[in-house]
């Protein structure tokens, strides 16, 4: 028997992007299947087929702006024993001039998913929220939370249609999924706010020192980058924007799974320290969060430029050091 | 830059890709399988522009299990190649072709093992040849020499390979070949 028509199965496909017509299925008791899409002419559904003339190129018609894009940023995210790390600078540019120098980068979603965002700052704003009001709307027709995986899946396939435009979105999803076989309901943290309304249920306190979790692909600590070209990848340590070649230096030579949660901590903001000093469009301050089974836990925002100058005391010692001895030496 | 190799011998065919995921010139993960299980004896091996390859063989993937799960049995590798092809084909003149190179292979209980080539031009092209008294490890070290030449010649450095093998028996996860792997 040959295999249906190319036309007909897509039509099939229980999502569809953009098309204003909703379509529901029996199996979910009537709820709506589709996903919210902001409209733009220019954004091409994954089965659309247009019946009018685009212009013959295959970008998005030029609009003119008045200033650059923001683009240039560190941010980083990384899982050891103790958890995921998501540390970032705080500074937009747009072109050569400091746009803002107080950022926030990262953003939390709910209780156990916070959001890195690198790219253009006014879309990745735009999709994180759109992201977490499609997690929400899972989690009240599901009566389950939606896992990492699952959003970060739901929010490429979200961006796909505007593949080919100027889009730029690369976010690095950081967040703890919870055991499979367990009700969706986080224990609240007291150190975290949410962004929706969890229904706090009692939940028996997860003893997170005694259970090993294992790096199973749905459970546990979960680090997924997702860009606005498609790209969706799951790994241990990622490392996004400008600054990130320097961020990755620092990383590579420091990560191990068996840091403490301070080692860890001190290699993040090491790594973006040390990137904001390289890169002319990271700096200002660091933003840092640790995510466990508990939840979110944001670390008081630092400035760098007291780092800078203590490292450059440092530094000015360390040469001083240097000096004596060759003087010594000289003389001996 | 990516690597995708298939070897047909009598009765199996051999495949490997390299395992980086890059994103301009940064390696962003070292361990990536650019291998998708369409059915029990295909393996579909895609690259290309990023987010067009996951897309793309997701939906062909999907599509393959579908049939099984109508129809009650599963596609040949050739029907699945040509189904592949169909699609490439389609979406080539519209406003969102896909920017992907495929390699599918399989073995057909009938036809035996069968390796295709698909570009994003959406070309397909059955390997017509294989190569007579191939035994599997000669086809592994012949792997072998091909990535020692890769690794010797070509400007990137691709440190690792997953390497699987298809054979009546199905699909074979073999040791990933390193840099250096004599």
Redesign the interface.
């Known amino acids: ?1 040959p ?1 249906e028509d ?1 036309a007909s ?1 897509i039509n099939v496909i229980d999502y569809n992007f953009g098309l204003s017509r909703q379509k529901t299925s029996n199996r979910n008791s009537g709820v709506p299947l589709h996903f919210f899409l902001p409209t733009s002419p220019d954004s ?1 559904p994954f089965h659309y ?2 019946s009018f003339h ?1 212009p013959a190129s ?1 970008h998005s018609l030029n609009v003119i702006r008045p200033f650059t894009l923001a683009h240039g940023t560190t941010t980083l995210g990384f899982i050891f024993q103790g958890g995921v790390i998501a540390a970032a600078d705080t500074r937009a540019s747009a072109g050569g001039l400091v746009a803002c120098p107080a950022v926030h980068k990262i953003t939390p979603i709910h209780s156990h998913l916070v959001v890195t965002s690198s790219g253009s700052g006014a879309d990745c704003m735009l999709w994180e929220r759109i992201l977490a009001r499609e997690i929400r709307l899972y989690q009240l027709r599901h009566r389950q939370r939606l896992s990492i995986r699952g959003a970060a899946k739901l929010l ?1 396939f979200m961006l ?1 249609p505007f ?2 435009t100027d889009v730029c979105v690369a976010l690095t999803l950081c967040g703890w999924d919870k055991e499979a076989g367990n009700t969706g309901c986080a224990k609240i943290s007291e150190d975290s706010t949410f962004k929706i309304n969890d229904s706090s249920s009692a939940h028996s306190s997860q003893d997170v020192n005694v259970r090993a979790y294992s790096a199973s692909p749905n459970s546990g600590p979960q680090l997924i ?1 997702v ?1 606005s ?5 799951q ?1 241990d340590v ?1 490392s996004v924007g400008s600054g ?2 320097y961020a ?1 230096g620092v990383l590579d030579r420091g990560l191990r799974w068996s840091l403490s949660r301070d080692e860890a901590i001190s290699l993040a903001r090491e790594a973006v320290f040390r990137a904001t000093h390289r890169d002319a469009y990271s700096g200002n301050n660091v933003d840092l969060f640790h995510i466990t089974a508990q939840g979110w836990k944001q670390r008081q925002r630092e400035d760098l430029k007291e780092e800078f100058y203590r490292d450059m005391e440092k530094r000015a010692k360390i040469v001083d050091k240097r000096k004596r001895v060759t003087e010594l030496d000289s003389y001996g | 830059m990516e690597y995708l190799i298939g070897i047909q011998g009598p009765d199996f065919v051999l495949v490997a890709a390299d395992n980086v995921a890059a994103s301009s010139i940064i390696q962003m993960k070292h361990d990536y399988d650019k291998m998708f299980k369409l059915s029990e004896k295909i393996l579909l091996l895609c690259v290309g522009e990023a987010g067009d390859t996951v897309q793309f063989a997701e939906y062909i993937q999907k599509n393959v299990q579908l049939y099984k799960m109508r129809n009650g049995y599963e596609l040949s590798p050739s029907a699945a190649a040509n189904f592949t092809r169909k699609n490439l084909a389609d979406y080539l003149r519209s406003r969102t072709p896909y920017h992907v190179n495929l390699l599918l292979a399989g073995y057909d209980d009938t036809d035996g093992p069968g390796l295709f080539y698909m570009d994003h031009l959406s070309s397909l092209a059955k390997a017509p040849f294989a190569a007579h008294d191939l035994t599997r490890d000669d086809a592994v070290d012949l792997l072998k020499k091909c990535i020692e030449e890769l690794n010797k010649r070509f400007i990137l450095n691709l440190p690792s390979f997953t390497v699987r093998l298809i054979d009546k028996e199905g699909i074979h996860d073999l040791e990933k070949l390193a840099h250096g792997a004599k």
């Open positions: 028997m295999l190319t199965t091409a087929r247009p685009f295959n490429s796909h593949k080919g980058y860009c070209d498609g790209t969706r990848l790994g990622f990130s070649p990755y």
